[in-house]
């Protein structure tokens, strides 16, 4: 019976938390602007060429080269900060707020062993995370364990976010789909300069909610194994803001007026629909298994008021070989208390990875 209740509690935390942050006046709702007119067409078009016909086509993506300054420096550690151009092409670049060309990223090293013998990840934003430290504090005590961690900033968050932003509250569903796209071609580029500048011997990228979505999407497109670890994460943005908590926090009547004054008077249920239909290019179900099934682990929470848990099952089904781990607690709660078990999942997905090849 305590159980239950608890499980209520994580639940009843989750939304009175969404309650707070996104149905009070304190922060303006998600796309508020509208739908993003002819970006919204370009993004669609762009996230349907993900899937090249033959395999290996997108690789390798554009070589990255950041400017690094340290930050700090011990005996055993060194954190560095760099910034690189967004390795997006002129399509994307032409739709992206210019505030978000540059991308940053956080860099925390073992200085102990030499590369090859140590793993890294990288760590992308789940919603609302514009700096670095919640996921440095999640990677520094994976130092011991010679695994580095490399942090995005995504596009839209921190200093990339544009001027007209509040928080992380997206103007339009066009930027949405944009900030996923842009986000999957940086941390391919950071996977490959990884692997081929910086010769770590394994690789892996983890994501927290939306974080965890472009995580999956990156593991499945990457070309070599690497741990691939989404974290409270649902199989699809549909998910997250046409059933969980984020249906409260989406500006459905501005899309609705949006929608009648370029095509036709609609309902508010066609608007919910139109939006699923455009959100199903973010269904990770749709895109290939990674190379190593094994290193697969999703971690997820049983009581969670964001994720359905038949969205994390969609996505062991469609990715066979995949673990799925439960944490007691609702999201809220399981982002605050449940770090070790996604250092865990971290650890245990790297060691079902080969180390690479030394070509020494």
């Not at 739908?35 to 993004?43: A, F, R």
């Not at 400017?67 to 690189?84: P, S, Y």
């Not at 070309?223 to 994460?233: Q, R």
């Not at 999942?345 to 090849?357: P, S």
Request: proline content about 7%; some cysteine.
């Amino acid at each position: 019976m305590v159980t239950v209740n608890l499980g209520m509690l994580h639940y009843i935390l989750d939304h009175v938390y969404g309650a707070f942050v996104h149905r009070t006046k304190l922060s303006p709702p998600f796309f508020s602007r509208g739908w993003g007119g002819t970006k919204l067409e370009l993004l669609e078009r762009l996230i349907s060429q993900l899937f090249p016909e033959v395999e290996g086509q997108n690789w390798p993506p554009s070589l990255i080269q950041p400017v690094w300054k340290t930050v700090w420096e011990t005996q055993n550690a060194c954190l560095r900060e760099g910034v690189f151009r967004t390795p997006c092409d002129d399509q994307l670049l032409s739709a992206l707020p210019p505030e978000s060309h540059n991308a940053r990223v956080a860099f925390l090293v073992p200085k102990s062993v030499p590369p090859q013998k140590m793993a890294c990840v990288v760590h992308l934003a789940g919603t609302g995370d514009h700096t670095f430290e919640r996921r440095l504090r999640l990677g520094g005590p994976l130092l011991k364990q010679n695994i580095a961690t490399m942090v995005l900033e995504s596009p839209f968050y921190g200093q990339r976010r544009p001027m007209l932003q509040r928080g992380a509250k997206l103007l339009c569903v066009s930027d949405l789909l944009l900030l996923g796209r842009a986000t999957i071609e940086e941390a391919r580029s950071l996977l490959y300069w990884l692997d081929s500048e910086a010769g770590f011997g394994k690789m892996g990228v983890c994501g927290l909610s939306m974080g965890g979505v472009h995580a999956a999407m990156v593991g499945s497109l990457h070309p070599t194994p690497v741990a691939t670890l989404p974290f409270l994460s649902p199989h699809s943005a549909v998910v997250a803001f046409c059933e969980g908590i984020l249906k409260h926090a989406t500006a459905w009547e501005a899309l609705r007026e949006d929608l009648a004054a370029k095509e036709a008077a609609m309902t508010l249920e066609e608007v919910r629909q139109r939006m699923r239909n455009v959100l199903s290019l973010t269904d990770v179900t749709r895109f290939p298994l990674p190379k190593n099934p094994n290193a697969i682990i999703f971690v997820a929470a049983t009581d969670d008021g964001y994720i359905p848990k038949h969205s994390v099952l969609e996505l062991q089904k469609a990715w066979p070989g995949s673990e799925v781990r439960w944490v007691t607690g609702g999201h809220v709660s399981s982002f605050l208390l449940h770090n070790d078990e996604f250092r865990k999942a971290i650890v245990d997905g790297l060691n079902r990875l080969e180390w690479k090849e030394s070509l020494l």
